[in-house]
């Protein structure tokens, strides 16, 4: 089991920038996939980005362009760097690992979570 811890979150106005960081802990996540989520105050939670072990990337389509996803398999972290934020991006970001190749998308096929960091974006 791998254990994930987001940090990085907080309140910035529209158009700021925000790198969230999730360090990883039990396990060494160069084999896994990684990927970012977000869930808004009554919606369900919703993909955000994803990187493979190999560093294929892929991106939920209204964040592409903005959001960037990296990861240091040196430092047991992936990394969710946000740019133009606007207010709609304003959720919970969950970091997931998931042990694999793919690119995943489905939240149901992430395995382990990390508690979320808060991002609020204001006009």
């Known amino acids: 089991q791998v254990r994930l811890i987001e940090s990085g979150g907080g309140l910035v106005q529209a158009g700021d920038s925000l790198r969230l960081s999730c360090a990883a802990s039990?396990?060494?996540?160069?084999?896994?996939?990684m990927g970012w989520f977000r869930q808004a105050p009554g919606k369900d939670r919703e993909f955000v980005a994803a990187?493979?072990?190999?560093?294929?990337?892929t991106y939920y389509t209204e964040v592409k362009g903005r959001f960037t996803i990296s990861r240091d398999n040196a430092k047991n972290t992936v990394y969710l760097q946000m740019n133009s934020l606007k207010p709609e991006d304003t959720a919970v970001y969950y970091c997931?690992?998931?042990?694999?190749?793919?690119?995943?998308?489905?939240?149901?096929?992430?395995?382990?979570w990390g508690q979320g960091t808060q991002v609020t974006v204001s006009l």
């Open positions: 990187i493979s072990w190999s560093g294929g990337r």
């Open positions: 039990g396990r060494t996540i160069s084999t896994y996939t």
């Open positions: 997931a690992a998931r042990q694999g190749g793919a690119l995943y998308t489905d939240s149901r096929e992430y395995n382990d």
